[in-house]
């Protein structure tokens, strides 16, 4: 059901533009009457079919959160929480019904305003903060050739995030995610980091990591506000096919929107890999069972 409203949600994104260009148009190019009703029609439909199957894929059980060590160390600030609300982003698309955005807890964040527009990457403290393996896993998909474009956190620039936001879901999960690194933590579970730094990778597709190991840095790539970390679990390794899976850090939980919390620096250093763990499951009757001895990694 979920991935039949992905599918009519795509469909109509594209219809929005397809209408949107035919009113552009319409002046230059002689549409008869019947080719805009039966645009409308389309667009209605496939509105129609995208609530259905959305309401019908909110009916079913939601699934088991995994427990996995925290992707960072230090001090963070939560926002976008799945502990607020679900889906945390507004959307299930791409496997983000459960996920959740992290900054660094600092008085040098720039605040939120009028002015200026925006701002270089490295007047924010989250940029270039380490990102860590939330379990001993395989990496199936690292990418850091997209840009880190200026910030978006004023009123004007919001405006522009808003119609770029739009413009890049035409283009799939990759424009929207960015640089990213997906890990496969075994039992069909994975993880995936988004807005990675440009160039930061540590770590190559098919490498074997620890968990607490450094994989890449924190960046501004894809749909962002600002230097952050996007984390999230997820059912397969592609985010555009991929459905979300509740996650809660070890030693943390799910923080709230607004919610500071501190993750201590992994056992041999910050950014060093730790001994070796599994993704656990938390079952709904309170049991956890750990997800190697299911098979997983």
Same mark, same amino acid.
């Given at each position: 059901m979920r991935s039949a409203a992905r599918v009519c949600g795509l469909l109509v994104q594209w219809s929005?533009?397809?209408?949107?260009?035919?009113?552009?148009?319409?002046?230059?190019? &002689?549409? #008869?009457?019947?080719w805009n009703v039966a645009a409308l029609a389309v667009f209605l439909v496939l509105g129609t079919l995208t609530l259905l199957f959305g309401r019908l894929a909110r009916r079913n059980t939601p699934p088991e959160a995994v427990e996995v060590a925290p992707p960072l160390s230090g001090a963070w600030l939560a926002m976008n929480s799945p502990a607020d609300r679900v889906p945390s982003h507004g959307t299930r698309a791409y496997g983000q019904?459960?996920?959740? &955005?992290?900054?660094? &807890? #600092? *008085?040098?964040r720039p605040a939120f305003g009028w002015w200026p527009p925006v701002r270089h990457n490295r007047d924010f403290p989250t940029f270039g903060e380490p990102l860590l393996?939330?379990? &001993?896993?395989?990496?199936?998909?690292?990418?850091d050739h997209r840009r880190d474009h200026l910030s978006r956190n004023?009123?004007?620039?919001?405006?522009?995030?808003?119609? *770029?936001g739009a413009v890049r879901s035409l283009g799939g999960a990759g424009p929207v995610v960015g640089n990213h690194v997906v890990l496969d933590l075994g039992g069909g579970v994975f993880a995936l980091y988004a807005h990675v730094r440009r160039g930061s990778l540590k770590v190559r597709e098919g490498d074997r990591v620890r968990t607490g190991q450094t994989l890449a840095l924190c960046g501004n790539s894809g749909n962002s506000t600002e230097p952050h970390l996007h984390f999230q679990l997820m059912d397969r390794a592609d985010p555009d096919l991929g459905q979300g899976i509740p996650f809660t850090w070890r030693g943390v939980g799910v923080p709230a929107n607004g919610e500071r919390f501190e993750v201590p620096d992994p056992v041999g250093g910050r950014g060093r890999p730790s001994g070796g763990t599994a993704p656990v499951r938390v079952r709904l009757d309170g049991r956890a069972e750990s997800d190697r001895a299911n098979g997983g990694t």
């Open positions: 929005v533009v397809v209408i949107l260009g035919v009113v552009l148009t319409r002046p230059l190019l &002689d549409f #008869s009457g019947w019904e459960y996920a959740i &955005d992290v900054l660094t &807890d #600092s *008085e040098e393996a939330v379990a &001993d896993a395989v990496v199936v998909h690292a990418r004023s009123y004007p620039a919001l405006a522009y995030l808003l119609v *770029e």
